[in-house]
């Protein structure tokens, strides 16, 4: 079956730096969400890709889809604390399942 | 709106027993899911429904029953509860299947 993987698991940051996580698909994609996870909460919906090569941005959030659709990235420009948490990337595959990847747990230091 | 709703929230289950976790939602989304999130892990599709009367397994269905006699809900059922199922419990739903997942506040269930 599909496998979504995302790299990396854990990232410690110091407040302004930047913070990218990457994700992975065994098999191309039609379409790509990226979710965010607060500790202690529920996934909630950021944005979703669709076109090869796609980047989109929501203020310091920048989101990518790779050029054959099988891989993604989310950059975030000047961390804060406000973004701690984790990130998951969901791919959806030719038979419309959606597959959420392991997620990268994003710390940052005041 | 109230969006998805699970209750309860937290649930502590001897091994054997049984339980229903329940899920509604007001937004009148046809899709409805529900995952486990084991700790510092990715979310895991255990069931899922396109429409009332309509279900389908996802990657990990063993050990539990759903069924969708409404728009509205969508009970996820444990009969034998064993302490691999000890996890976090979201179930989540969406307008069209492409389209973006609300997801419950989540049901934190511990197996002893």
């Known amino acids: 079956g599909q496998q979504v993987m995302q790299i990396p698991q854990y990232q410690h940051v110091q407040e302004g730096e930047d913070f990218t996580t990457y994700c992975n698909s065994s098999t191309t994609l039609s379409n790509i969400q990226w979710y965010k996870q607060r500790p202690g909460g529920h996934p909630v919906f950021l944005i979703q890709l669709v076109k090869s090569g796609e980047v989109k941005k929501q203020k310091r959030l920048t989101f990518q889809f790779g050029e054959a659709k099988k891989n993604s990235s989310l950059h975030i420009t000047a961390t804060q604390t406000t973004d701690v948490g984790t990130y998951f990337c969901a791919g959806r595959d030719a038979g419309n399942m959606l597959t959420f990847g392991g997620g990268t747990r994003l710390m940052v230091k005041p | 709106n109230a969006g998805v709703t699970q209750t309860p929230k937290f649930r502590i289950l001897k091994i054997g027993q049984s339980m229903t976790l329940q899920c509604t939602q007001d937004?009148?989304?046809?899709?409805m899911y529900w995952y486990r999130q084991d700790p510092g892990m990715g979310l895991k599709l255990i069931y899922y429904s396109v429409g009332a009367g309509i279900t389908d397994k996802g990657e990990v269905p063993n050990g539990y029953n759903v069924s969708r006699s409404t728009t509205e809900d969508f009970p996820l059922r444990l009969e034998l509860a064993a302490p691999s199922q000890t996890s976090v419990y979201f179930c989540?739903?969406?307008?069209?299947?492409?389209?973006?997942?609300?997801f419950g506040d989540g049901t934190r269930l511990s197996i002893l």
């Open positions: 937004m009148n989304h046809n899709y």
């Open positions: 989540a739903s969406t307008i069209g299947r492409e389209q973006p997942q609300h």
